[in-house]
């Protein structure tokens, strides 16, 4: 019953901008935190960004921090990721994810209970 999924993917030319939304159901989403990882073919799943259950508190990977902005709307039932500047090495798909909030934010996969279908981002150059 629990389904989260991504959209907002799609092909862009290095430099330029996209927005990933994810919305969730059948769960209170304001219980979770949210999650966005990546995985490139061949490659092990990258963390990307978090945020915390109320938005107060955003965590961001090396390689994607002052280009990328992780934000919610619990109303909307809805993470969001604003990628800037994207580079080739940015191609993947990304997934977001939950976790319960009881459990911490936290910048590995494993914690995460609850995934969605992945949107695919592909930066040319």
């Known amino acids: 019953q629990v389904q989260l999924v991504e959209s907002g993917g799609g092909l862009v030319q290095a430099g330029g901008s996209l927005r990933l939304s994810c919305t969730a159901s059948?769960?209170?989403?304001?219980?979770?935190?949210m999650g966005w990882f990546r995985q490139a073919p061949g490659k092990e799943s990258e963390f990307v960004a978090a945020i915390s259950w109320y938005g107060g508190s955003t965590y961001y990977a090396d390689s994607v921090k002052g280009r990328f902005t992780i934000s919610r709307d619990n109303a909307k039932n809805t993470v969001y990721l604003q990628m800037n500047n994207l580079k080739p090495e940015d191609t993947a798909v990304y997934y977001c994810a939950a976790k319960e909030r009881n459990t911490g934010v936290s910048r590995t996969p494993g914690g995460y209970v609850y995934w969605g279908q992945g949107t695919q981002v592909t930066v040319s150059s």
């Open positions: 059948g769960l209170t989403f304001s219980s979770y935190h």
